[in-house]
């Protein structure tokens, strides 16, 4: 995986977050957080908005924040609640 070079933008993280493989996480700063994000009361909201938008989970570490890519399930791994008949 590709490191984000200091001071990344907005777009380099979106590529970043979408050529994730799946279960793999992305970690950032909390500085380029507040940096990206703001720091007011709906930081948090946009940075949920933006993970969700590129199919990942972002969760807060004490000093970072990390994006995780959703693990998606098989079909076949799916749980059956109605038996055939």
Known sequence: MNELRARFTLPELQEQLDNLAEGAVLQIS??????????????????????????????????????????????SDAPTFFSEV
């Open 30 to 75: 909390g500085w380029d957080y507040e940096r990206l994000f703001g720091v007011n009361d709906v930081a948090a909201a946009r940075l949920r908005n933006f993970a969700t938008l590129h199919a990942c989970v972002a969760s807060h570490a004490k000093s970072a924040i990390l994006s995780r890519k959703r693990l998606t399930r098989r079909e």
